[in-house]
């Protein structure tokens, strides 16, 4: 497959297109953030449609995530990429020419159904385009194209809103996808998964578990928690979400093996994932609406305010890389965790009508620091969970659970602010966000005490014996250290394996990932 792929345009132009699609699909998880005010005013709505905006997005794009990868391994990666990109591009120009938001958010959903599927054959086709001793380097690049995306989201959103329209947060992925779909057929090689059984049931009883947990946070506030149709949600939801876990301890090939949560290592990571990322978007959700709706910065103001938060990454990102080789990833994870914490508890303080924004630029900085002493480490201690041979599940497992804990988080937030406040007035908004902000900082508290339930550093990597199932590769430590990656190849992965990256790059996604 090498010579074919080095025939067909090699390394460059694989690594040219998966990070162009990478980078559209992380930044519509934050790109709408900044545009949500003007479309409120253009297409009406209230505060549950505008979480439908996103969580639209993000709730279709984390249940479909390992599915889509899977689909890919079985009929094809590179056809499937294309059916991939061609949804999320038509569904984009879809989103742009919604006349109400019922149809944008049924456009962001088929969103994140081209995202779901697109985004992890990303990087299956990039590591079967690039020879092995060249791997780190590609990955960093298509995680910096990542985070580069989440960091510049709201910024992009903020200025297209502000200086032509709303609608061309959506158009800029037409141009960007109808370009890539002829080069991805004729650049990209095709290849295949060893053909296991898709896991229709367990993609069937996880959406709907999560659609109807979502949906009842949600419409609770408006339709009140008695609703009969909130009740059927929450409850239905728990059920099959409830039906999930049974299935994916019985069945032969799952989705997501509930056997891999016996590891405490990739319990501790993953919990301390969902639930930073639900403090984490449902704050910036909220917050990116008071600063223009209450402090009144225009669009374009609003996104460049929040880069100390949302660009941090791309300046601490080394530094924590560099820790968590000195002293393992719990550590580093943990204190990043108790930052963002920190951060959001400090804008949970100041937030007021008229607060300068010196005021709030110590929590802005804090916050933008802690979640990128997050990342990187986050990312090694999941594939260090597991052996090398199941790394491309953990990977796409830890993804999906940051989406699912993204959309739980704007609901949830959402609906803290709505009991406590509203939109009537600048004071009503800023008794909603406080409380809003105070359960972010909490629950990013719990999360990093979830990362500190993660085993402690065993420094020395230490080697499977064939004899008792291993591969006689080294394995990293607990606190993915030093010996954190693997050595495994895609085609060492088991059947139906979705893929993630070996050195997952800092995603929202992913932002992105």
């Not at 968590?324 to 804008?347: E, H, I, K, N």
């Not at 201690?381 to 989406?403: D, K």
């Amino acid at each position: 497959m090498s010579q074919q792929t080095a025939h067909r345009g090699g390394v460059v132009w694989a690594l040219v297109i998966t990070g162009a699609a990478g980078f559209m699909a992380a930044l519509d998880n934050l790109v709408v953030t900044t545009a949500l005010p003007s479309i409120r005013k253009d297409l009406g709505g209230a505060l549950d449609d505008l979480e439908w905006t996103v969580s639209a997005y993000t709730l279709t794009f984390a249940v479909l995530l390992m599915f889509g990868a899977a689909l890919g391994d079985r009929f094809g990666r590179r056809r499937l990429f294309l059916v991939g990109l061609t949804v999320f591009t038509g569904s984009s120009a879809a989103a742009a020419l919604a006349p109400g938001i019922d149809s944008l958010i049924a456009a962001r959903a088929v969103q994140g159904v081209g995202a779901a599927i697109m985004m992890p054959l990303t990087l299956t086709l990039l590591t079967a385009a690039v020879p092995a001793a060249k791997r780190g380097m590609a990955y960093g690049i298509w995680g910096a194209v990542n985070g580069l995306a989440v960091a510049s989201g709201p910024l992009i959103g903020g200025s297209l809103t502000e200086h032509v329209s709303w609608h061309w947060i959506f158009w800029l992925n037409v141009p960007l996808g109808l370009a890539l779909l002829p080069l991805a057929r004729l650049r990209l090689a095709e290849s295949y998964g060893n053909g296991a059984p898709l896991d229709l049931p367990g993609t069937l009883l996880a959406s709907g578990g999560l659609f109807g947990i979502v949906y009842g946070l949600v419409r609770g506030p408006a339709d009140g928690w008695t609703s009969a149709f909130v009740l059927l949600g929450l409850f239905a939801g728990t059920a099959l979400l409830a039906g999930f876990v049974f299935h994916g301890a019985r069945a032969k090939a799952p989705m997501l093996p509930m056997r891999l949560f016996r590891s405490r290592a990739f319990s501790g990571i993953n919990a301390a994932s969902l639930l930073m990322f639900l403090g984490m978007f449902g704050s910036i959700f909220l917050l990116s609406q008071y600063m223009q709706g209450v402090l009144g910065y225009s669009p374009t103001e609003a996104g460049l305010r929040m880069l100390p938060w949302t660009g941090m990454p791309m300046l601490v990102a080394p530094v924590a890389g560099y820790l968590s080789d000195r002293v393992g990833g719990r550590p580093v994870v943990a204190a990043g965790l108790f930052l963002q914490a920190t951060g959001l508890a400090w804008l949970a303080a100041v937030v007021t009508t008229d607060v300068s924004y010196a005021g709030q630029l110590p929590g802005l900085i804090v916050s933008g620091t802690g979640m990128s002493l997050y990342f990187a480490p986050a990312s090694a201690l999941v594939m260090s969970s597991v052996r090398p041979a199941e790394q491309g599940i953990a990977s796409g497992a830890n993804n999906a659970l940051r989406e699912v804990g993204g959309a739980l988080g704007i609901a949830v937030m959402s609906s803290i602010f709505s009991a406590r406040g509203g939109y009537e007035t600048a004071a009503s908004f800023v008794d909603g966000l406080r409380p809003a902000l105070w359960t972010g900082a909490s629950v990013v508290a719990v999360a990093g005490l979830a990362a500190l339930a993660i085993p402690a550093a065993r420094r020395a990597a230490r080697t499977e014996p064939a004899a008792s199932g291993g591969t006689g590769t080294p394995v990293a430590d607990s606190d993915g250290g030093p010996a954190a990656i693997g050595t495994e190849s895609p085609a060492d992965r088991p059947a139906g394996t979705p893929t993630g990256a070996p050195a997952d790059g800092p995603a929202l996604e992913t932002a992105s990932r």
